[in-house]
């Protein structure tokens, strides 16, 4: 499974924006999908998912300001995360996530920054 992150770029405080993963391969196997974010010198952090099944999850930290969604037609391969009410610590560089099904092996897209300015 390959996954592809766009939709990143810079908005002022208060702002909104849209982020797309597309995932290519046997996504089939994917338990779930989700969105998870790093700055320099942190841990990655989990922003949101979604499983296959359609059920969501979200982080407390932007709980109430985004929604996780995917493509309503069969192939299911794009999900996206649109961010409102953009805080300045929203900031940072935010990865797509797939977890497998059956081993829970996890992949990871390259990422796409994320910058609010005020």
């Known amino acids: 499974v390959q996954l592809q992150a766009s939709g990143g770029g810079s908005v002022q405080a208060g702002g909104s924006l849209t982020l797309s993963c597309v995932a290519n391969?046997?996504?089939?196997?994917?338990?779930?999908m989700g969105w998870y974010r790093q700055t320099p010198g942190s841990q990655r952090e989990l922003g949101a998912t979604?499983?296959?099944?359609?059920?969501?999850?979200?982080a407390d930290s932007v709980k109430g300001r985004c929604t996780i969604s995917r493509d309503s037609d069969n192939t299911k391969r794009t999900i996206y995360l649109q961010i409102n009410g953009l805080k300045l610590e929203d900031t940072a560089v935010y990865y797509c996530?797939?977890?497998?099904?059956?081993?829970?092996?996890?992949?990871w897209g390259q990422g796409t920054q994320v910058t609010v300015s005020s």
């Open positions: 391969g046997n996504i089939a196997t994917l338990l779930r």
């Open positions: 979604i499983t296959s099944g359609g059920t969501t999850n979200y």
């Open positions: 996530q797939g977890v497998r099904r059956f081993d829970y092996r996890v992949y």
